[in-house]
Nanobody, 116 residues
Framework: QVQLVESGGGSVQAGGSLRLSCAASGSKFSFNVLGWYRQAPGEQRELVGLLHVSGNTNYADSVKGRFTVSRNKLGNTWYLQMNNLKPEDTAVYYC??????????WGQGTQVTVSS
């Protein structure tokens, strides 16, 4: 069984930066797609960014140029670097992974709060 655990959430002022990490552990796994999603209060969960095994990335328009998804060489830990954070980035952030979308492994979520 695969487990994903996020870390790195917290509170920051607008314009600041945070880096989220997601560590995968458990049974032998190989993911083709690593991702980050978020859910704000009263909103549906939305895509933040995807990193494909090819190296291609996809980002939500709202975070392009500010957020970056990357991973370590083993592919068992990936990151979401968030720069120039805005209050509207406040949400619970979830990491996810799988062979393809829709992704089928999910973390428990970590809170990010951006104050103005």
């Amino acid at each position: 069984q695969v487990q994903l655990v996020e870390s790195g959430g917290g509170s920051v002022q607008a314009g600041g930066s945070l880096r989220l990490s997601c560590a995968a552990s458990g049974s032998k796994f190989s993911f083709n797609v690593l991702g980050w999603y978020r859910q704000a209060p009263g909103e549906q969960r939305e895509l933040v960014g995807l990193l494909h095994v090819s190296g291609n990335t996809n980002y939500a328009d709202s975070v392009k140029g500010r957020f970056t998804v990357s991973r370590n060489k083993l592919g068992n830990t990936w990151y979401l670097q968030m720069n120039n954070l805005k209050p509207e980035d406040t949400a619970v952030y979830y990491c996810a992974a799988g062979l393809r979308t829709p992704l089928n492994y999910w973390g428990q979520g970590t809170q990010v709060t951006v104050s103005s």
